[in-house]
């Protein structure tokens, strides 16, 4: 079946723009991650997503990221203003539910330039 | 903040020969579970270990839990270039919510040369 998908698979923009990225999870699917990869830091957990409740955001590094996740499925980040900082791959995993051991599903990400 | 250390950050071997990574954490978990890598790729999940578990096999995978040392292993055999990528592990948080906020370590680049 599909995997996990996201787009774009790169973005190139210029500093000061705001970008979105967008993953569609696998059908079914109920808790939905947001992890960001960089050279000097490694995987970090952003923001995740289970079922109707409030989402875990306390890894969203400032007030500049947002991500929503509308009607259960899809869901997009949102770094508005961007900085050089900022340039990253995006990863988005999902996995059936949220207990413990689930494996999560990741997508290829997306890969962030700021100029 | 990364919580899992890994060692070595790199390995290069010789196809038939075993890859052994290593990974520390900090903390209390749940479970441990390893992922691969390929270049400009998503990660994929390997094998979960859970904290009250010491040993677990998949195939050619073996990885090993030792929590009173708060440490993990991951032993593939018989290695092929195929295997060729960045392993990382990951914990799970032992509270009572978010089961799916993984920590990763910083990875094992592992190069497997025919």
């Known amino acids: 079946g599909a995997g996990v998908s996201q787009s774009p698979s790169n973005k190139v923009t210029e500093k000061g723009k705001d970008v979105e990225l967008r993953c569609d999870p696998i059908?079914?699917?109920?808790?939905l991650y947001w992890y960001r990869q960089s050279l000097g830091q490694g995987l970090e957990f952003l923001i995740y997503f289970q079922g109707n409740s409030a989402p875990d955001k306390s890894g969203l590094p400032s007030d500049r990221f947002s991500a929503e996740r509308t009607g259960g499925s899809v869901s997009t980040l949102t770094i508005q203003r961007t900085q050089q900082e900022d340039s990253a791959v995006y990863l988005c995993?999902?996995?059936?539910?949220?207990?413990?051991?689930?494996?999560?599903?990741f997508g290829d990400g997306t890969r962030l330039s700021i100029l | 903040s990364q919580q899992g250390e890994e060692d070595p950050q790199a390995l290069s071997i010789q196809e038939g020969e075993n890859a052994t990574m290593n990974c520390s954490y900090k903390?209390?978990?749940?479970?441990l579970q390893w992922y691969r890598q390929n270049s400009g790729r998503g990660l994929v999940h390997l094998i979960l270990?859970?904290?009250?578990?010491r040993e677990k096999h998949s195939g050619r995978l073996r990885v090993t839990l030792d929590t009173s040392k708060k440490s993990s292993s991951l032993l593939i055999t018989a290695s092929r270039a195929a295997d060729t990528a960045s392993y990382f592990c990951a914990t799970g948080n032992a509270g009572g919510t978010s089961y799916g906020k993984l920590t990763f370590g910083q990875g094992t680049i592992l190069t497997v040369h025919p």
């Open positions: 903390t209390s978990i749940n479970n």
């Open positions: 059908s079914g699917h109920t808790a």
């Open positions: 995993a999902s996995s059936l539910v949220d207990s413990p051991g689930q494996p999560q599903h």
């Open positions: 270990i859970r904290s009250n578990e």
